[in-house]
C-alpha cells in the first residue's frame, strides 16, 4: 500500500533525523532560548525581513492558528475566512473555543476575494446595529489553500489593503506554505510576503519536519507579549530545541524550498498521469494536492495498492484527493503511473 | 412621530406598573427565592406541564440564549442555527463568546428545515475526520422567527425528533413568543410546546414587561445547577422579585395572551393597509412584524410621521419593518392607514 | 420579620417608581440611546468630570465587574484582587468564565495594599519565568469594602499610581460607593475619585434603584468599542431608558447621596444599639453593613423578629451581618434597639 | 557548564533516538491511529488494567492539563489544587483560560490534604450561597509534587474518596511521575494508582522522550469524545506516531522504570553531597529534585560550573533547585560532588 492521503505520512527529512541524534546530548535551556533557536530564528529572519524576536516557533498548525488569533482580537471581534478554510471546518472549533466567530463568506476555489472582503468589512461598518454585529478585524487565508490553489502577490495584497483600509489585519496560514512557494503560480518570495501581511507561518509538520510551525509576527505591536500566549495556549515546548533544529536544518541551505520544488514535481505528474488517464479534476491545483474526479471501477482499481481520501462530488463523479510531499519518491509516483495506464 | 420600528418602545403593561408599584415596600429575599416568583413559576407551570424548579428568570433575551447554550454544550459542541438566527447575525457572537459554533444552515423564510437539520448530523457522523469537526449537538429555533413567520408544531417536533435520533437536543428562543401563538398559523399550546422541545423561554421584553425571559427547561439533565449558570453569566438579578411580579401579572390570569393578540390583530391591519396601497411584502408574516415593499416616495413620505426599520431589498424595492407590540394603539395604526391611504 | 440581611430587600425610592409610570407610554429607542439615557449620563458626566460618551448603563453588578475586566485584558492577562474580594468569592467564577484569573492577594479589613499590589508586579516582573505566570494588569477593589470598610483617597491613589507604574490599571466596584460616600471616613467627591482609577461603576442595585450600575470608563482606551461587549455579555438592555430614568432621578438632585446618607446614619444607630447591648464587632464599618459578634442566645433571640446573615467567626462567637439601606425606616431600627435593650 | 537547571536539558533516551530513525519512511495514517500508537496504547493498558480506548498522547504538560481539566467541568465548576500546584501557578493561567478557576488551598510540603480538601468540598455544600461560588468538581494533584514530595497510595486514596464523597474527580498530574515511582517514599504501581484517581498522565517530556505525555483516563465517562478535546486544544499531534514510537520504546521492556530510577539514584547522590557539605534543605525530597539551602559563597562557587535555578528563601539561606534526569551521567554527579567537597 502506498499512501497518497496526506502530506503527513512519514516522519521528517533524514538531515533532520540526523541532526537530532547529532545534537541529542547537548545540553540547552528551554522553552526556546537555546541556540539552536537562535540560529533557525536568523535563517528566517533574513529571508522574511522581520526582526527575530517576532519568530516563534510552535507544535502543530491548529495551535498556531488559535494562539495567534486569539492574540490578535479583543472579545467581541471576530475573524474573516473563506467558507473552506480550515479554522472554519477541521480544527473542532478551536478559533471559537477562545471565543471569537469565524465569519464565513464564500470562496472561489478555496480563495477569498478581495471586493468580497471590503464589502464585509463595509456591510458591518453601515449597519446601524453594528454593535449587535461581530466586529470583523482580522482576515485569514490558507496559502496554499486547502483547495491545492494559490494566492499571487497581487491578489494577498488586495486583502491586505483591504484589512489595513478598515483597521483589521491579515494572517496567513502556511501549512503548506512551501508547497505553494514551489508551484509555478507562485510570484513571490518570503520577504515579499511579509510585506503583505500582519503575520503568517511557515508549515514544517507537511514539509519535512517531524512537526513545527514557524510562526513570523510582522506587525510588532501583534508581538507583544506573544510568549505568554504560547505557554498559556500549549504550544511552548519544554525542548524548545527540537523545534530550533528543525527549522535550522530546513533554513540554513534551503532544504525547504528544494523539497518543496520535489513535492510539486511529484505532484504535476500525478496529475497528468490522471489527464491522460482522461480523469477531469475537481479543481486545478498547482500545488503538493490533486483532486482528480474517478469512476467507482477507477477507485475500486486504485484503492488496491493506494491510500487516498474522499473530497466531494462533481458531475455525478466522485472527487478524491491525492498528496504528494517531500516524502514522495519517483518510484511511488511510478507505481501510480503504471495503474492509471493498465 | 410614532414608532413601529421595534417592539420594545414602550415601558410595560400598566398592571405591572401599577404591581411594581403596590409591591414596591414589602421585604423579599433574593436572587428569585421570593413568592412573587414562586408565584410566577406556578402559573407557568402549569401551563406548561414542567416543574416549577425547571423554570428560570433572567433579565434579557441575548443573555438566557448563550447561558442555556453555554450550559447544554460540551466545550468541542456547537449549536445549529438557521444563517438569519438571533444568535448568527444580532448577538455580537455572545455564544462564541461562551467557547462554541454556532453552525448556520441556510433557512427558507427564516425557518430552519429538519431534513436540512437532519442531514448536518447524518454528515457529521458519517464524516471520516469528525473529531475535527465541531460536533452539532443542539438546536437552535426562534418562535416567532426573526422573519415573522411561524413553526407549526408539527415542523417543531420534526426538528425535535432529529435532534433526539442523533443525541441533540432543541431549544427554543420565545422573544416573541406571545406574539407567534397569537398567529393564524400557530396550531399548539405551551404544553404540547413542552412536549417538542428540551427548553424555550417565554419573552417577557417584546411582550408586556419591562425586561425579563422566563425559561422553561423541560430536560431535566439540563436543569442540574442551572442556578449556577445564571449567576456566572449574569442573569440572577438581585431584586429577583421584579421578575416574579412580571410574570405573576403576565400570567395569572392570562394577560399575556390577550395583550400578544392585540398586537397581532393591530399587525394585521398594518399589513392590510399596505397591501391595499398596492405594496407587495418580502416575506408573509402572520405575526407582529410586517415587511412591506415600499418605493423610495413611499418610504420618504411615511418617515416623516413614522418610525420604522430597513430591512433589506427584494425585486428593486426597499423592505422596511413596522413592528406593532402589546402597546401599540389603534390611533396609532388608523394614523398608518390615513397616511397609507393619502 | 423585618429584613436585615441585605441592602436589595425592596424596590426602588418612590420617586422611581413614580418616574417609571409617568414615562410608561413614551415611545423611545432602545439599547441606551434615548434621552433619559442622555440626561442621566450628563448628570453623572458633570460629578465626573467624565465625558458622556464613557459612561455606560448595566443591569447588575457581576456583569459590570466581569464586561469591564474582559474589555481591559489580554487573554493572558490577569486581575488582582482582596482573597475577600467580590469577583473572587461570590461571583461564580464569573471572571474566570471570561478567560482570566483573578489574582488573590490577602487584604486587611477586606482592603487591598498598595505595597502588597506593588510587591506583586514586581515579584512577576522579576521572576525569570515570568511567561509561565499569568501578567497582572488591572486592580480591582471593592469600595465601600465587602467587609464594610472605606478606602481613603489616599490609599487608593497608592494603589493606582502602583498600577500604572508597571503598565496596569485600576478599576473600582461601586456597588455600594453611595454608602461609602456617605461614610465619615470618606475624604473624596466623584471627581477625585475618578482621578484616581481607570474605571468605576456607580451602584445603583443596592442604592435605590431596581436595578442598574452605571459604569463611568475614565482611560478612553479602555472604552473603545465598550458596548460591543456590553452587547455580548448580556448587559444591553432593549429598554435600555429604564436605566436611564432611574440615574436621572438618582443623580438630577443629588437623591443618590441623600438616600446613601440615610442608610448610613441607620446603620450607626444599629452598630450603636449592638454596643449599647455589650456586643463587639467582627470588625469595624463606618457604612451601611454592621457586623457585630452575637452570642447563641442573643441570635435566637433575634432570629424570632429580624432576618440577618451568618458572617463568620471570632473569638469563640458568631458574626452576623446586619444591613441598612436607602428603605431602611426609623421604625425598623427602633425595633431593633428594642430588642436589642431587652 | 553542567545544568542541573531542570529535567528537560538534554534530548531523548537514544533508544527512541534510534527508533525513530528506523521507523522514519514508513507510511503511517496520522492523529494517533497508527500501529505505534496501539502498541504503545496497548503497553501501557496492561500496567494500568485501563482499556486502550482510554489512552491518549498529548504533546506537553500544560496541553494535558487543561484539555483534561475543560473535559472534565462544566462551566461554573472549579477545580482545586494547592497553591504550589503547577496549573496554579506556572501555567499562564491557561485553566482559567479554559473558563475554570483553579480554587488553591494551602498544601504542606507540596501536598493537599485529604482533610483540607474534605472541608473544602464541606465548606462550598454548607454555605447558603453556594450559586454564588465556583462549585468544585476536580481535584488536581501533582505525583511527584512541585517540591519534590511523593503522595502514598493511602493519601492519594484519602483525597480520591473524599473527592467522589461529594461527585467530584481527582486527576493526577504525572508530569515527574517516573521520579515518584522511583522514589524510595513510593508505595504503588500504576495499576494501584488507576484505581485511586479518575485520570492521571504519565510524563514523557521529562522522563526520556523528546516530548509527550501519556494520558490515562480512568473513568470511562470522563473519556467520551475525548479526542474531539484533543484535536480543538491544539494537541493532537499529525505524525501521532511520533508519540506511539516513544511510548512504545518507554514501555515496551520497562524502560520508563529503569532510566526514573537512575535519575533519583542520582539525586541522592545529589542529595547526599549538599547533605556533606553541610548544607540543610528547603525541604526533604526522595526524587530527582533536591532543594539544598546555600550560602551566598557557595552559590558564587557553584554557579561558575553548574546550572541551577533560585528556588526560595529559608531561614535566612537561599535555596537552589537541582534536577537529575534519565540523561544525568555519573560523571556529571562527580563534578559536583568534587565541587561541594572544595
Same mark, same amino acid.
Given at each position: 500500500?502506498i499512501r497518497f492521503s496526506c502530506d503527513y505520512s512519514e516522519g521528517a527529512h533524514p538531515r533532520i533525523i540526523d541532526r537530532l541524534a547529532a545534537t541529542n546530548f547537548e545540553q540547552t535551556p528551554g522553552y526556546g532560548t537555546d541556540e539552536h533557536c537562535d540560529a533557525a530564528r536568523g535563517y528566517i529572519s533574513k529571508l522574511c525581513g522581520v526582526p527575530t524576536e517576532r519568530i516563534h516557533f510552535l507544535v502543530g498548525g491548529t495551535q498556531t492558528n488559535f494562539t495567534l488569533i486569539a492574540a490578535a482580537l479583543r472579545p467581541y471581534e471576530g475573524v474573516i475566512a473563506a467558507e473552506t478554510g480550515h479554522i472554519n471546518v477541521?480544527? !473542532?472549533?478551536?478559533?471559537?473555543?477562545?471565543?471569537?466567530?469565524? =465569519?464565513?463568506?464564500?470562496?472561489?476555489?478555496?480563495?477569498?476575494?478581495?471586493?468580497?472582503?471590503?464589502?464585509?468589512?463595509? &456591510?458591518? #461598518?453601515? &449597519?446601524?446595529?453594528?454593535?449587535? *454585529?461581530?466586529?470583523?478585524?482580522?482576515?485569514?487565508?490558507?496559502?496554499?489553500?486547502?483547495?491545492?490553489?494559490? $494566492?499571487?502577490?497581487? #491578489? *494577498?495584497?488586495?486583502? $491586505?489593503?483591504? /484589512?489595513?483600509?478598515?483597521?483589521?489585519?491579515? $494572517?496567513? &496560514?502556511?501549512?503548506?506554505?512551501?508547497?505553494? +512557494?514551489?508551484?509555478?503560480?507562485?510570484?513571490?518570495?518570503?520577504? %515579499?510576503?511579509?510585506?503583505?501581511? @500582519?503575520?503568517?507561518? *511557515?508549515?514544517?509538520?507537511?514539509?519535512?519536519?517531524?512537526?513545527? #510551525?514557524?510562526?513570523? *509576527?510582522?506587525?510588532?505591536?501583534?508581538?507583544? &507579549?506573544?510568549?505568554? +500566549? =504560547?505557554?498559556?495556549?500549549?504550544?511552548?515546548?519544554?525542548?524548545?530545541?527540537?523545534?530550533?533544529?528543525?527549522?535550522? !536544518?530546513?533554513?540554513?541551505?534551503?532544504?525547504?524550498?528544494?523539497?518543496?520544488?520535489?513535492?510539486?514535481? +511529484?505532484? +504535476?505528474?500525478?496529475?497528468?498521469?490522471?489527464?491522460?488517464?482522461?480523469?477531469?479534476?475537481?479543481? @486545478?491545483?498547482? !500545488?503538493? %494536492?490533486?483532486?482528480?474526479?474517478?469512476?467507482?471501477?477507477?477507485?475500486?482499481?486504485?484503492?488496491?495498492?493506494?491510500?487516498?481520501?474522499?473530497?466531494?462530488?462533481?458531475?455525478?463523479?466522485?472527487?478524491?484527493?491525492?498528496?504528494?510531499?517531500?516524502?514522495?519518491?519517483?518510484? %511511488?509516483?511510478?507505481?501510480?503511473?503504471? /495503474?492509471?495506464?493498465?
Amino acid at each position: 500500500m502506498i499512501r497518497f492521503s496526506c502530506d503527513y505520512s512519514e516522519g521528517a527529512h533524514p538531515r533532520i533525523i540526523d541532526r537530532l541524534a547529532a545534537t541529542n546530548f547537548e545540553q540547552t535551556p528551554g522553552y526556546g532560548t537555546d541556540e539552536h533557536c537562535d540560529a533557525a530564528r536568523g535563517y528566517i529572519s533574513k529571508l522574511c525581513g522581520v526582526p527575530t524576536e517576532r519568530i516563534h516557533f510552535l507544535v502543530g498548525g491548529t495551535q498556531t492558528n488559535f494562539t495567534l488569533i486569539a492574540a490578535a482580537l479583543r472579545p467581541y471581534e471576530g475573524v474573516i475566512a473563506a467558507e473552506t478554510g480550515h479554522i472554519n471546518v477541521h480544527e !473542532t472549533g478551536a478559533v471559537e473555543a477562545t471565543g471569537h466567530k469565524v =465569519i464565513a463568506l464564500p470562496g472561489i476555489d478555496g480563495k477569498l476575494n478581495a471586493a468580497a472582503v471590503e464589502a464585509a468589512f463595509v &456591510d458591518h #461598518e453601515n &449597519d446601524e446595529t453594528h454593535e449587535h *454585529i461581530v466586529k470583523p478585524a482580522l482576515v485569514y487565508i490558507s496559502e496554499s489553500t486547502e483547495a491545492g490553489t494559490v $494566492y499571487s502577490l497581487s #491578489e *494577498i495584497k488586495a486583502i $491586505y489593503d483591504a /484589512a489595513h483600509r478598515h483597521g483589521a489585519r491579515l $494572517y496567513i &496560514d502556511g501549512a503548506r506554505l512551501g508547497y505553494a +512557494m514551489a508551484s509555478s503560480d507562485c510570484d513571490f518570495d518570503l520577504k %515579499q510576503l511579509a510585506g503583505v501581511c @500582519d503575520a503568517f507561518y *511557515i508549515g514544517g509538520t507537511k514539509v519535512g519536519a517531524l512537526f513545527g #510551525e514557524a510562526l513570523v *509576527i510582522v506587525d510588532e505591536t501583534l508581538n507583544r &507579549d506573544f510568549r505568554y +500566549m =504560547i505557554k498559556q495556549r500549549g504550544g511552548m515546548l519544554a525542548k524548545g530545541r527540537l523545534l530550533g533544529i528543525q527549522f535550522e !536544518t530546513l533554513f540554513e541551505d534551503g532544504l525547504y524550498f528544494e523539497i518543496s520544488k520535489h513535492a510539486v514535481a +511529484m505532484a +504535476m505528474r500525478v496529475r497528468d498521469a490522471f489527464k491522460s488517464a482522461g480523469c477531469a479534476f475537481f479543481q @486545478d491545483s498547482s !500545488t503538493n %494536492q490533486q483532486f482528480p474526479l474517478v469512476t467507482p471501477e477507477l477507485k475500486a482499481r486504485l484503492a488496491k495498492d493506494f491510500a487516498f481520501e474522499h473530497w466531494g462530488w462533481k458531475d455525478g463523479l466522485e472527487a478524491v484527493r491525492f498528496c504528494t510531499s517531500w516524502a514522495t519518491t519517483e518510484e %511511488q509516483v511510478s507505481a501510480l503511473e503504471r /495503474a492509471l495506464r493498465a
